[in-house]
């Protein structure tokens, strides 16, 4: 099961741009992760760290696969908070 959220999109709606796994991944671990899209400039700099967490798709927009990954996967959400360019990505936890 898929939950889709959104930020702006190109018709001045809000389209739906991320797509969570709902009941995967989630041992109890705190780290969340929030991307600012109104900073993200779709680079796909994030996907190519973690291509599993981060997606950029035909559409041009950045899609959070899990926004809650394990904690075995801290580091390379670390790498692409540090390495992304807009300081779109934030970790909460
Ligand atoms: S690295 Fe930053 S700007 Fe690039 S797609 Fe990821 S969140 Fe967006």
Redesign the pocket.
Known sequence: MFTLAASVGHDGQRPERKATPIGLNRKGDAMKIV?DFD?????????QIAPDI?E?RDDDF?YVLNEEPGEEDRARVDE?VQ????Q??SVQG
Request: aromatic share 4%; charged share 15%.
């Open positions: 991307v900073l993200c400039e779709s680079n796909a700099i994030c996907m981060f950029v950045l692409c390495r992304c360019p807009k779109a990505i």
